[in-house]
């Protein structure tokens, strides 16, 4: 059964960073392409980064491309999104699944949030 754990999240000042973490237990992690994902009140879940499994290409929103960059550690499970340069707009849950740009799975991890305010 796979699981997603997500960390990291907080609360940070515009202009801030922080960095999240992913961990999935379960299935053959260093195989399949992983991607975060975010849902803020009231709107619908959006991708927000990709990364591929062997290759680590990476692919970005538009929305965050030139401040997050995905990266992942095949050897601990682990995917996590650095962001940089926080703006009010990226405030929200934040949740990884496996899969390129598109969730393989239905079910999603407890996510963690991410709240950008002055």
């Known amino acids: 059964q796979v699981q997603f754990v997500e960390s990291g999240g907080g609360l940070v000042q515009p202009g801030g960073s922080l960095r999240l973490s992913c961990e999935v237990s379960g299935g053959t992690f260093s195989t399949y392409a992983m991607s975060w994902y975010r849902q803020a009140p009231e709107k619908e879940r959006e991708l927000v980064a990709s990364?591929?499994?062997?290759?680590?290409?990476?692919d970005y929103a538009s929305s965050v491309k030139g401040r997050f960059i995905i990266s992942r550690n095949n050897a601990e499970n682990t995917v996590f999104l650095q962001m940089n340069s926080l703006k009010p707009e990226d405030t929200a849950v934040y949740y990884c699944n496996r899969g390129w740009r598109i969730p393989v799975y239905t079910f999603w991890g407890q996510g963690t949030q991410v709240t950008v305010s002055s």
């Open positions: 990364i591929r499994s062997t290759t680590g290409h990476t």
